[in-house]
């Protein structure tokens, strides 16, 4: 797997998801929980929007002095007795962990949930390296067994309803109970152990590294980054080149944001930092730690009108509160990142001859800028990149751009404009009926196929406001 | 006080009421009101496509009709939301900016107009009915109008408010995006219209006309008897 996820066109994907009725009353009934705790926790603050503007400063100053910071990581985590390597594609981060696992002659590999594994598809190259993979995050064990990809960067199954979970079990692991959230858990608790206890190797990704002290941070409720990276001996985490922080107090701010935008916490259970490996004189610690951090493009968005794409931190709260996310789920975004920060990211990271549609999947209500933690225009990043589709790489449709010339003309002459004010009634003539268009010509196609068109005015307003200046037109 | 109406072509075209309610309103308030007839369309279905080059064309134009008015004011969140993003959109123009900005200053949605510039919350009008608002995506979101028009609603004689569920969601309109993505937009239509129905209200009001036309095309593709009026239409209203 990698960043793409399925091979059927846009199209399809929106009507598979839409037609999902499951999926969609699971995500609609996860959506209100997180965005009334977001609510909650941003109210109980106080000062929410301070905190933003605090989080907004502290990626913006991180991303601009990136190479410093990562320099300083770097050399801390090496100090701490890590090997760092930077991967420039995914290619290389995958290479470089199968080689860890060959040395070691690895055989199970646990990880912790990661979604820039998920990006460069390190479980596919693990299991090429001969290596057993285990997912340890409840929601992508859920998803491995049934080799589904995530549709949720947080909590991956989201699409998931309980019964299907028993479902899974069932058929995957003998599972013979009943579908009550706390018997599958437990179920999935005693599964997992085992794998835990007999791992060779623990992979983690990373939500945050603190750059002066090279300690690798990451948040979760289950603590099954705790297991991941207290019981195997060798330890890889994989972080994504900009998920970084200066010092320990950004990390305070950007992570009681990161918690309380995601899931309206003000902490997850969890928050384990862990750094290099077991020094002389220290009782714990791994013997070997390697830290791989990810370029796969994105050195390529540093400077560029899209820096702040990179500002994400990995929330969703701009998933949670998106009105089209909501409808079609996340698996039609074709993208392991869905939702506004995916549309805005694929084709960043992915190419816009892959996600070409994904720009286009909002209908520009401005949500996602109104809840994001770090303030990343998320909005104004979706109309540039459909800009970029148009403008420069000349991958609209034909018909549109033809329309869309002739609205400029239209737009630019008053005159051709009253014109065809006082012409759309009878233009729309042939296809109205009772003042309604129910089966609608060209672009009002798809629009009439689920609803109806109001046939244009009368009297245009410019025309009854001309003969009420004439005098004595009644309303 | 000088009004210049910013009729959007979406009234002008389809629904000329709002227009004449819009005016209405104005005069009664002590308004003087003009239309500036080089007004077209404000850009936004062009610029919200991606088609920068064509959605400044219109723009100009809309600077040229209103370079002499002292205030524009709009019946529609969001095409008023276009005019004060001018601004941006010819950033480092030497021929523009200047312009951009000083329409965007002088540009207000309706209500907004009415309480923020005027100072008015009560329109002295009459309607009777249980009444419901959608508070339009590009009003609340990008001129930050949220509690304008509820206060003004209440105010009026007779009206029975309810609040409409999940109200911040958007409607599905999203201008092209009804036409580029009308699958999504007809579901997301769909649950405003649910959502509609749930509060059991007559009347569903609302402040952008695109908007309005989505859900009330769906809900009377459903045969469902809730009728859709702009709220200049209740602040126009007598008995």
């Not at chain 2, 002088?106 to 309480?115: H, P, R």
């Not at chain 2, 569903?204 to 095309?217: P, Q």
Request: contains cysteine.
């Amino acid at each position: 797997m990698s960043m793409k996820i399925g091979h059927a066109p846009y199209k399809e994907r929106v009507q598979e998801g839409v037609e999902n009725d499951f999926m969609r009353q699971a995500v609609a009934s996860a959506q209100g929980r997180f965005r009334d705790g977001r609510q909650k926790q941003a109210d109980e603050l106080g000062n929410w929007e301070d905190w933003r503007q605090l989080g907004s400063e502290i990626r913006t100053h991180t991303l601009e002095n990136i190479d410093y910071y990562l320099q300083m990581l770097s050399d801390n985590v090496s100090k701490r007795g890590g090997k760092v390597f930077f991967a420039q594609t995914a290619e290389e981060a995958n290479e470089y962990v199968q080689n860890v696992i060959k040395k070691k002659n690895a055989k199970k590999v646990v990880k912790s949930k990661s979604m820039v594994t998920e990006e460069i598809g390190l479980n596919e190259a693990l299991q090429e390296a001969g290596a057993d993979v285990v997912e340890s995050d409840l929601g992508e064990w859920i998803l491995q067994l049934d080799e589904d990809p995530p549709s949720h960067i947080v909590t991956p199954a989201l699409h998931k309803n309980k019964e299907q979970i028993r479902e899974t079990f069932a058929q995957k692991r003998g599972y013979d109970k009943s579908d009550s959230p706390e018997e599958l858990a437990l179920f999935a608790r005693e599964q997992l152990r085992q794998d835990f206890l007999s791992a060779d190797v623990g992979i983690t990704g990373c939500n945050f590294a603190v750059a002066e002290s090279g300690a690798i941070t990451f948040v979760t409720n289950e603590g099954n980054a705790r297991m991941v990276t207290s019981l195997p001996d060798t330890q890889i985490s994989v972080m994504g080149m900009e998920r970084l922080v200066p010092t320990w107090e950004e990390l305070d701010v950007l992570t009681s944001l990161l918690t309380r935008a995601a899931v309206g916490q003000k902490l997850t259970s969890y928050v384990t930092s862990i750094t290099g490996t077991r020094l002389e004189g220290e009782t714990d610690g791994p013997e070997e730690y390697h830290l791989v951090i990810v370029d796969n493009g994105r050195s390529k968005i540093l400077g560029t009108e899209f820096q702040e794409a990179l500002h994400c931190i990995r929330c969703a709260a701009c998933i949670n509160v998106c009105p089209v996310y909501r409808q079609v789920g996340g698996h039609a975004y074709g993208s392991i990142y869905p939702g506004p920060i995916g549309a805005v990211l694929s084709p960043l990271l992915g190419g816009y001859e892959e996600h070409k549609e994904l720009p286009y999947a909002s209908s520009l209500c401005g949500a996602c800028n109104e809840v994001c933690p770090v303030k990343i225009p998320l909005h104004e990043q979706l109309i540039r990149h459909r800009q970029i589709i148009v403008e420069e790489k000349g991958m609209a449709p034909k018909a549109e751009k033809l329309a869309m010339k002739g609205f400029a003309a239209w737009a630019s002459s008053p005159a051709a404009y009253k014109m065809s004010a006082a012409a759309a009634r009878t233009a729309l003539k042939p296809w109205s009926k009772d003042e309604n268009i129910t089966n609608g010509p060209g672009p009002l196609k798809g629009w009439t196929e689920s609803r109806d068109f109001p046939a244009p005015a009368k009297q245009s307003f410019r025309s009854w406001f001309k003969e009420r200046q004439k005098g004595g037109v009644a309303k | 006080m000088k009004v210049s109406l910013f009729i959007t072509c979406l009234c002008d075209i389809m629904s000329s009421n709002v227009g004449k309610d819009t005016v209405e309103i104005l005069e009664r308030v002590g308004c003087e009101v003009d239309f500036p007839e080089l007004q077209t369309c404000c850009g936004q279905p062009a610029y919200n496509s991606g088609y920068l080059q064509e959605s400044k064309k219109a723009m100009k134009q809309m600077m040229k009709a209103f370079k002499d008015s002292e205030y524009v004011v709009g019946p529609s969140g969001s095409c008023v939301g276009m005019l004060r993003e001018y601004p941006e959109v010819f950033k480092g123009d030497p021929e523009w900016e200047e312009e951009a900005k000083k329409l965007a200053n002088k540009s207000y949605e309706i209500t907004q107009f009415l309480v923020d510039v005027l100072g008015i919350v009560d329109v002295g009008s009459t309607f009777k009915g249980k009444v419901t608002y959608h508070p339009s995506c590009h009003m609340t979101r990008i001129l930050g109008i949220k509690e304008q028009p509820i206060e003004l609603l209440k105010n009026v004689q007779g009206v029975d408010f309810v609040e409409l569920p999940i109200k911040e969601d958007c409607c599905g309109f999203g201008g092209t995006f009804a036409v580029k993505n009308s699958v999504i937009s007809g579901e997301m239509v769909e649950e405003k219209s649910r959502h509609v129905t749930e509060t059991e209200a007559e009347y569903l009001v609302g402040g952008d006309m695109g908007c309005l036309l989505n859900i009330g095309g769906k809900m009377q593709r459903e045969g469902k008897n809730v009728k859709v009026a702009h709220i200049t239409e209740i602040l126009n209203h007598q008995s």
